[in-house]
Nanobody
């Protein structure tokens, strides 16, 4: 299996920006998404994108600050994160859903392939 590979995490001050990247597998997918998990918390939805049409969906906590996108060749998924807050600190995961339906686009169970995660730390 071709793994998903995330990159771009790091340490940033509050108010700063980071861009995460995820090299996709090449499988035929319906949705791709970013999730995050902070220590002691459940994995939570951040953003998703319908791979063919490009429609995007966001968690309320990141709307107007984060943007999910893909390159035109559909080889890389991105998450542009602006105005970062300390509560954005988490491990961020890229996910592929080969059979995801819209109602499951924000649910981790809607995705069947995951990257290893990349740490994002926002200092106050």
């Amino acid at each position: 299996q071709v793994p998903l590979v995330e990159s771009g995490g790091g340490l940033v001050q509050a108010g700063g920006s980071l861009r995460l990247s995820c090299r996709v597998s090449g499988r035929t997918v319906r949705y791709m998404a970013w999730f995050r998990q902070a220590p002691g918390k459940e994995r939570e939805f951040v953003a998703s994108i319908r791979w063919s049409g490009g429609h995007t969906y966001y968690a309320d906590s990141v709307k107007e600050r984060f943007a999910i996108s893909r390159d035109s060749a559909k080889t890389t998924l991105y998450l542009q994160m602006n105005s970062l807050k300390p509560e954005d600190t988490a491990v961020y995961y890229c996910a592929e859903g080969t059979g995801t339906i819209l109602s499951m686009a924000s649910n981790p169970r809607g995705y069947n392939y995951w990257g290893q995660g990349t740490q994002v730390t926002v200092s106050s």
